[in-house]
Structure formats: C-alpha cells, structure tokens
C-alpha cells in the first residue's frame, strides 16, 4: 500500500507560479515512477506529467511543455510539480498517483492516488 498526499495548491492570477508537492508513504519502494493528472469541471482526468526516478526519465504533454517541471526529492519521498506561466485553462485539482504499469499517461496504469488539491488561475 502507498499513501499519497497532495499539497500546494490555491488561488492564482494568470502569469504567476505555483509549486505541488505530493508526499509518499508506505510501500514506496516499488514506485519508481510518479504522475501528475488534473482534471477539470465536467472533463476527464488528463496526464501532466511524470517522472521515472530511477532512470530519470520525464514524460511531459505538449500543454504544459515548457512551462511544467517535474521533480522528486528521494530522501523525503516527496514529488513536485513546479506550475510556471500559470494559465487560467490550468485551473482543474490536480492529483499525484503512483505508477503499476503500462501506458504513463493512462490513467488505468496507476494502482494510488492522492485525494487531489485545487488550482485555480483567474484571468
């Protein structure tokens, strides 16, 4: 079992930053890669980004290219999600999880999940 907590998230202007942080606990061992997913009102949970620590390999999503950077700090078991040029399209809560197998970007190919935080980019 992992337990994944979210945080970091809040209310923002178009433009500025915001830095998620997603804590791992438990069976941390075998979660050699980490997701960001958000999902918006009324729309389904899309990919962000993700991060394979032990190989450090980076999937990232033409939206956020540029502007998203992935990183995780292993002493702390903690993985991040630095938000740069936030766009009010950006607004959804965002969720970290925990990778099992397959297609990075599917969201069927993540066996934990953190209860989500809000971000909200106001025009």
């Known amino acids: 079992q992992v337990q994944l907590a979210e945080s970091g998230g809040g209310l923002v202007q178009a433009g500025e930053s915001l830095r998620l942080s997603c804590a791992a606990s438990g069976s941390t061992s075998s979660t050699y890669i980490m997701g960001w997913f958000r999902q918006a009102p009324g729309k389904e949970r899309d990919f962000v980004m993700a991060i394979n620590w032990k190989l450090g390999v980076i999937y990232d999503t033409n939206s956020v290219k540029g502007r998203f950077t992935i990183s995780r700090d292993n002493a702390k078991n903690t993985v991040y999600l630095q938000m740069n040029s936030l766009k009010p399209e950006d607004t959804a809560v965002y969720y970290c999880?925990?990778?099992?197998?397959?297609?990075?970007?599917?969201?069927?190919?993540?066996?934990?999940w953190g209860q989500g935080t809000q971000v909200t980019v106001s025009s």
């Open positions: 999880a925990a990778f099992r197998g397959g297609n990075v970007a599917d969201t069927k190919s993540y066996a934990y």
